[in-house]
């Protein structure tokens, strides 16, 4: 085995092509935990080094996606999905799988917890009493043969090559490495049997890439090797220099959720789940135009069938239809509460210029809404609400945060987020979250 790794590395220190047998004998043996953790370290410090080219990352990502179970569907049914590099208040996934199933779609979702200082889709769900996101592939496609959406927790029977690849990145260092961030992306995606593939690339402050030019450069390479796979992909860069939506932590996020699934709710989390979901609608050929498509998801949010889905999705996936009911007509009621409110009030007139969401973000995780180890233990309770967002106008001794927490606060925390509001004394330009569309 290490005569192999030795022989992969030298291929890519030289910028030679991969040997694919040496390649699917690498990938086999991290998926069965029989090769040294050394030699996959020496291994990921080469790609780190020197990079794969998109030849090399696509037979990567084809092995990682084949070390496992992969779902499989009749050809002619519409399987889409979309996946978010993760950012503050990023809960568009818990909207867009139903109101996809509304619109015909099928929605068999894998989604990740928080990394970092961003949110993740399964702790968001797990703030809903019940709600199971540990399916087997077999549970995730009969939920989707009856409702056209699930939403589960990726596991060690999907791409279980890369869950080792990426504990082992996590602590050498090699985690900003772009064929490595693709090939773990897409090989669980194309697990998922998909037919379409929508990817938001964040891209500012509280986003991994931080330049539009390294958001590009993750864009164009998962895109290629997406499409290298079959699958019809297309990425959307998306600012994330603020908060999305008013609402931040877990169950907080639910609740803004159902606010959108019941037609109502903040213009911009509607804006981002109706542009996703409606490139996805495009790119499965259920509509003429993106436009059409991002009408047809609006429709399902305001005529109740998205929220009916999500219900369903909440029921199959473990849910007591009596939690699942009131948590559609009263989310607030259903999830938990934090012990303390701690609002926060602007020191000045004029126009809302910005919000620090990675000052939010910090905060939140230093409250338990995020982890440090990963056995850390999530409150779902703790959070932010935004009175107030970029672009509006605000006054002095306006309320414009509350945040939600169960532990006291210390000194720094409140400076910090007393300062995390900045007011601008001419008017300010509401936010604009695209920037740019690689198709």
């Not at 592939?137 to 939403?151: A, F, K, L, R, T």
């Not at 869950?163 to 669980?188: C, E, H, Q």
């Not at 990425?235 to 037609?263: C, F, K, R, W, Y």
Request: with cysteine; glycine share 8%; charged share 20%.
């Amino acid at each position: 085995m290490n005569n192999l790794v030795e022989r992969l590395c030298e291929s890519i220190n030289a910028g030679s092509p991969l040997n694919t047998t040496d390649l699917q004998l690498f990938i086999d043996g991290v998926a069965m935990r029989t090769l040294p953790i050394e030699s996959i370290t020496q291994w990921l410090k080469a790609v780190h080094t020197h990079g794969l080219s998109v030849d090399d990352t696509v037979a990567l990502t084809t092995g990682m996606m084949h070390s496992g179970a992969v779902l499989t569907w009749d050809s002619a049914r519409p399987i889409a999905d979309k996946h978010s590099t993760g950012g503050v208040g990023d809960k568009m996934s818990l909207m867009l799988a139903p109101a996809l199933a509304a619109c015909g779609a099928e929605v068999p979702m894998l989604a990740g917890r928080g990394l970092g200082h961003t949110g993740g889709t399964i702790d968001k769900l797990e703030a809903i009493p019940g709600f199971n996101c540990a399916l087997t592939p077999e549970q995730m496609s009969s939920i989707v043969d009856q409702i056209g959406c699930c939403i589960a927790a990726q596991n060690e029977a999907i791409a279980p090559a890369d869950g080792l690849l990426y504990a082992i990145r996590d602590v050498t260092n090699t985690v900003d490495s772009i064929p490595l961030i693709t090939a773990s992306i897409v090989s669980k995606k194309a697990a998922e049997g998909l037919q379409a593939l929508v990817l938001d690339v964040k891209c500012g402050q509280a986003a991994f890439m931080k330049t539009e030019s390294q958001a590009m450069e993750l864009a164009q390479s998962m895109v290629r090797v997406a499409q290298g796979l079959g699958i019809k992909t297309m990425a959307q860069i998306t600012d994330m220099n603020q908060p999305i939506g008013t609402h931040i932590g877990n169950a907080l996020e639910v609740i803004e959720s159902i606010h959108v699934l019941n037609g109502k709710g903040p213009q911009d989390t509607i804006n981002l789940v109706a542009m996703q979901g409606g490139a996805l609608l495009w790119l499965l050929g259920r509509c003429e135009t993106e436009e059409q498509g991002r009408q047809l998801i609006i429709e399902s949010l305001n005529d109740g069938r998205a929220a009916e889905k999500f219900q369903k999705m909440c029921v199959a996936q473990g849910t007591s239809h009596s939690v699942a009911q009131d948590l559609l007509q009263s989310p607030s009621d259903v999830v938990a509460k934090a012990h303390h409110i701690t609002e926060f009030h602007s020191q000045d007139d004029g126009w809302v210029k910005s919000i620090d969401s990675m000052v939010l973000a910090e905060i939140a995780r230093e409250h338990g809404a995020g982890r440090f180890a990963i056995e850390d233990e999530i409150d779902p309770a703790v959070g932010f609400i935004l009175n107030t967002v970029k672009g509006d106008p605000i006054h002095s001794g306006q309320k414009w945060i509350e945040f939600h927490h169960n532990q006291p606060m210390s000194d720094a925390q409140r400076s910090s987020l007393s300062n995390a509001l900045t007011v601008a004394s001419m008017q300010t330009q509401p936010i604009e979250r695209l920037i740019k569309v690689i198709q």
